[in-house]
């Protein structure tokens, strides 16, 4: 079946600019996580939805960033006046259940702000 | 202190060798552990989950000592395609429900 599927997959943009990163979950994963990695950095939560519930934005690194998801499907990640320090691959993973399930990741969106 | 913490690296072996990593978490009410490989610009894909009692896959085996909180992964006889990194993963409790990834070990499979 289908993974996990973000688009763009590469995006170049100038500093100052909005960009808006898709996510496609698996069909049926009520959560979904956004992931930021910094080049040679781990993971980074960012932010996660589960279900109908509101969203846990404990990672969102500033107001400039924000996402949302449509039920339990697509999610767009946006960040607002883009600065250098966004460049990033960011990656979006979706599970069946929160938590205690594996989670599935999509191939990431490489970011970078010039 | 990271919630989840990890020896970069890189570990150098040759084909053939026996490898272990170990991983450190702080939070004790921990309750799900996994190792994730990650290739090199690739996304990560779970390895394998850690279960209380140790488990086995093929030439790779996790462990997990609660006491002393920390993980492990052994890989035997490793191949040239067991290089990348490895990531070791946490579900850090109740109230925020999302998994900790440590920054990862880089395994380096030399010929």
């Known amino acids: 079946g289908a993974g996990v599927s973000q688009s763009p997959s590469n995006k170049v943009t100038e500093k100052g600019k909005d960009v808006e990163l898709r996510c496609d979950p698996i069909?049926?994963?009520?959560?979904l996580y956004w992931y930021r990695q910094r080049l040679g950095q781990g993971l980074e939560f960012l932010i996660y939805?589960?279900?109908?519930?509101?969203?846990?934005k404990s990672g969102l690194p500033s107001d400039r960033f924000s996402a949302e998801r449509t039920g339990e499907s697509v999610s767009t990640l946006t960040i607002q006046r883009t600065q250098q320090e966004d460049s990033a691959v960011y990656l979006c993973?979706?599970?069946?259940?929160?938590?205690?399930?594996?989670?599935?990741f999509g191939p990431g969106t490489r970011l970078l702000v010039l | 202190r990271k919630e989840v913490e990890q020896d970069p690296g890189p570990f150098n072996v040759p084909e053939g060798a026996t490898v272990a990593f170990n991983c450190t978490y702080s939070?004790?009410?921990?309750?799900?552990f996994f190792w994730y490989r990650q290739d090199c610009r690739k996304e990560p894909k779970l390895l394998m989950s850690?279960?209380?009692s140790g488990n086995e896959d093929g030439r790779f085996t996790a462990q997990l000592n609660r006491a002393s909180q920390y993980i492990s992964l052994l890989i035997r006889d490793s191949k040239l395609s067991d290089s990348a990194t490895y990531l070791c993963?946490?579900?850090?409790?109740?109230?925020?429900?999302?998994?900790?990834f440590g920054s990862g070990t880089r395994l380096q499979v030399q010929p």
């Open positions: 939805f589960q279900g109908n519930s509101a969203p846990d």
């Open positions: 069909s049926g994963h009520t959560a």
């Open positions: 939070n004790s009410a921990s309750q799900s």
């Open positions: 993963v946490v579900n850090v409790g109740t109230g925020r429900r999302a998994l900790t």
């Open positions: 850690v279960y209380s």
């Open positions: 993973a979706s599970s069946f259940l929160a938590g205690q399930e594996t989670q599935y």
